[in-house]
């Protein structure tokens, strides 16, 4: 009786499933322990991912750039700390953090390890999971840079800033320039003594122009100059960059320096603004036979070469611009790019008025890599004239090399630091602030890995 029941009991299947179910639930509570826990564990890893990345990048931040680096690393030790600190079921211990510096570029990393406890524990036979992590941010400060402007003041500059303004100029002066009319606000010291200009008695071009609301190229370049001393005065105060500038222009002599100091480099910027603020254009000499004293050779007005042999001496030694070191330097060039000296041989007509070997032609580059190769850097706004057509002198003297006028000033300039403006639509201020933060750009905070 027993065998048979044994025998009975060993052919019945009907229990098989909970047998089968019984024995699978082992791996069934194991596999999802083990998913709950780790993706516990995989949250807060990145929380703390995140936690170590803000870290990095506080230590890089513009307000810590200005600090030392022992200051930087308690900064992103603490930030680190705060953050891990609000994540629930993670231990962590202090993060190690690096702090460099070379030259203007400051890299922190932040490596971190932590553990997430396990709920199931005594499932997986393990307390915990383990989490670790680095993370890397960088940047540049602002360097701290000397500014030599160096600001075209010859007569070509007192053209009207628009092309209304040059209409407006050209309507008003009917018996100049052959009947053309003039597009320039000239300024010379007898007016209508020996042309027929059709002025009123005492009045010049630059009288008329005043008098008819005509703003010239020189006065925007001046007002412009003096609003980008309040750019950088603003960008030093954010960034704790220290900033210099000095003001020169051209003085009409082809004998000796042609560059006048119109303020010496200093750190006072508002003092360096009013000064380019009060920047006039060289006075029409010859063209109208009047001897101008502090003009000895007349309208050669401009001698980019030896104006830029003296900028040369004038600028100290670059250095990196990193505190501790010496600041970079930039010559500022703001120019229409035409060279007119006296010269005994020319590439363009001489003789352009009598009793005077003028020679007109594109900006004269020979000094400039001279100049870049000291490190210091050159930036150039070439204020690109609008064509006069009607124009005598213009079309006979100027037209034909125009067009590589900016081709010799872009040669001369440091990469990616020349721009063109043309002053018909009358926007020097804005292309000169474009070209101010193309020479201090800096990387800015960023994660490098």
Same mark, same amino acid.
């Given at each position: ?94 993060? !190690?953090? #690096?702090?460099? *510096?070379?030259?203007? %570029?400051? /890299?922190?990393?932040? &490596?971190?390890? @932590? =553990? +997430?406890?396990? $709920? ?93 609301? !005509?703003? #010239?190229?020189? *006065?925007?370049?001046? %007002?412009? /100059?003096?609003?980008? &001393?309040?750019? @950088? =005065? +603003?960008?030093? $105060? ?212």
């Amino acid at each position: 009786m027993f065998r048979d029941l044994v025998r009975r009991l060993l052919r019945h299947r009907a229990g098989n499933v909970a047998v089968v179910f019984a024995l699978s639930m082992v791996p069934v509570v194991f596999l999802c322990g083990m998913a709950l826990d780790y993706s516990a564990a995989t949250q807060k890893q990145q929380r703390l991912n995140a936690a170590a990345d803000a870290a990095a990048l506080a230590a890089v931040s513009p307000a810590l750039m200005t600090q030392t680096i022992a200051q930087a690393r308690t900064v992103a030790t603490n930030f680190f700390t705060g953050q891990a600190s609000a994540i629930t079921g993670a231990t962590f211990n202090a993060p !190690v953090v #690096t702090v460099t *510096q070379s030259g203007l %570029t400051r /890299t922190a990393t932040v &490596t971190f390890s @932590a =553990s +997430s406890a396990n $709920s199931f524990a005594n499932v997986l036979g393990k307390t915990s999971w383990p989490l670790s992590g680095t993370a890397t941010a960088s940047s540049a400060a602002s360097p701290n840079i000397d500014f030599y402007m160096m600001l075209d003041n010859s007569p070509s500059m007192e053209i009207a800033a628009t092309t209304a303004g040059i209409s407006t100029m050209i309507a008003n002066t009917p018996q100049e320039d052959s009947g053309n009319g003039c597009a320039f606000a000239c300024h010379q010291s007898s007016p209508n003594s020996t042309d027929n200009t059709g002025l009123p008695a005492g009045w010049d071009n630059a009288r008329l122009a005043q008098s008819l609301g !005509v703003t #010239t190229r020189i *006065q925007i370049m001046a %007002t412009a /100059t003096q609003s980008l &001393t309040s750019t @950088a =005065s +603003s960008l030093a $105060s954010q960034t704790g960059a220290a900033f210099r500038m000095g003001v020169y222009t051209f003085n009409g002599s082809n004998s000796g320096s042609a560059l006048t100091t119109v303020q010496s480099r200093t750190s006072n910027l508002t003092l360096a603004g009013t000064a380019a603020a009060g920047v006039g254009a060289l006075e029409v000499c010859a063209e109208n036979y009047i001897n101008c004293a502090n003009q000895p050779d007349g309208d050669t007005d401009t001698d980019f070469a030896s104006a830029l042999s003296s900028m040369n001496s004038i600028m100290s030694t670059p250095g990196t611009g990193a505190s501790g070191n010496l600041p970079q330097a930039i010559l500022f060039i703001v120019t229409d790019g035409l060279e007119d000296k006296k010269a005994s041989t020319c590439p363009y007509p001489l003789n352009v008025w009598p009793n005077f070997s003028r020679c007109i032609a594109p900006f004269d580059i020979t000094a400039c890599q001279t100049i870049k190769n000291r490190g210091i850097q050159i930036a150039i706004l070439y204020t690109e004239y609008y064509p006069l057509t009607s124009n005598f002198f213009y079309q006979q003297y100027i037209a034909p090399f125009q067009s590589s006028i900016g081709t010799n000033l872009q040669s001369c300039a440091s990469p990616g630091l020349y721009y063109t403006e043309v002053t018909a639509a009358g926007n020097i201020t804005n292309s000169m602030t474009t070209l101010f933060n193309s020479v201090v750009q800096n990387s800015g905070p960023h994660l490098t890995n």
